[in-house]
């Protein structure tokens, strides 16, 4: 008898009911199905929304998450840090709204051979495989956050198209794995957290699977239209559903401490400067 008519069935039995549509069977299954529906928000409510995380610290909102009992949900691996650290300004940080984006090994094995117009095929494997659909999805206060291949060296992100999403409205970039031009990123000041610095290019390496779908950055799940924040302790991402809550409690967390810190200032003769001025 062929087990796996068997185990289907009860992997499906095992799912709690409703999970699957009643059109969700046999040959749709066959050509990929997506469980998690990816929510859209208009303009006016994300502008609203990135209105209450103004100001607020990755340590904020994480203290914000904790009091909306939400504890370490939404904290990145620490491995994922700000390329450039701006100690003045602090323009490193940003909050914004996610945009998601994946990219997955390619198994295409279509490459020039030596001789061949090696320019030719890259800009053909960029715009049929890896291109950047998502980049008509990014508006001002968007966050590009990228689920790459971390465990190679590709260069997805570099100085020029990095500047391009700037130009579009995003407000900073996050990635799960590599980015090349970081010298050059660093003096566009586009505020960009990576795993580690790569080299290589796009083509032969990746292809584009989705965006805007739920990706997994650094074992943080990131649905389109989530608060991402970021600053040089890392990166934090605040579901949209307690984004209102979190912010909330955040703000009450870094005013008291504006207001502390302030007292302190005074008492060891700092002058008051960005970080505790309201």
């Known amino acids: 008898m062929n087990r796996m008519p068997v185990l289907l069935l009860c992997f499906i ?13 046999g040959h749709d299954m066959l050509k990929g199905y997506t469980f998690i529906a990816t929510r859209t928000y208009a303009d006016a409510d994300n502008d609203r929304t990135l209105k ?4 607020l610290r990755v340590a904020d909102v994480s203290d914000g998450m904790d009091m909306a009992g939400l504890p370490g949900t939404g904290l990145v691996d620490p491995a994922i840090h700000a390329d450039w650290i701006d100690a003045q300004n602090l323009s490193h940080q940003f909050r914004g709204i996610a945009v998601t984006a994946r990219y997955v090994p390619t198994q295409r094995a279509d490459r020039p051979r030596p001789g061949e117009k090696f320019q030719d095929w890259e800009s053909h494997f960029y715009t049929a495989y890896s291109h ?3 980049a008509e999805l990014i508006k001002p206060g968007t966050v590009v956050v990228l689920d790459d291949v971390e465990d190679k060296d590709i260069g997805s992100i570099g100085s020029y198209n990095i500047l391009f999403w ?3 409205g995003a407000v900073g970039v996050v990635t799960d794995a590599t980015a090349r031009d970081t010298d050059e990123i660093a003096v566009e000041k586009v505020p960009l957290y ?3 610095k790569g080299r290589g290019i796009r083509p032969g390496r990746n ?8 990706v997994t950055i650094g074992g943080v799940q990131v649905c389109p239209g989530d608060v991402v924040v970021a600053d040089a302790d890392g990166v934090v991402v605040v579901p949209r559903a307690n984004a209102e809550e979190v912010a909330r409690y955040a703000r009450q967390i870094l005013d008291k401490d504006k207001d502390a810190r302030t007292r302190l200032y005074q008492k060891v003769g700092i002058p008051a400067d960005r970080t505790v001025n309201k």
Do not use: M
């Open 13 to 25: 039995a095992c799912l709690r009911p409703g999970a699957i549509s009643q059109d969700t069977t």
């Open 52 to 55: 209450l995380y103004e100001g």
């Open 132 to 134: 950047e659909a998502f």
């Open 166 to 168: 700037k130009s579009l």
């Open 194 to 196: 990576l795993r580690r």
């Open 207 to 214: 292809e584009l699977e989705s965006v805007n779908r739920p």
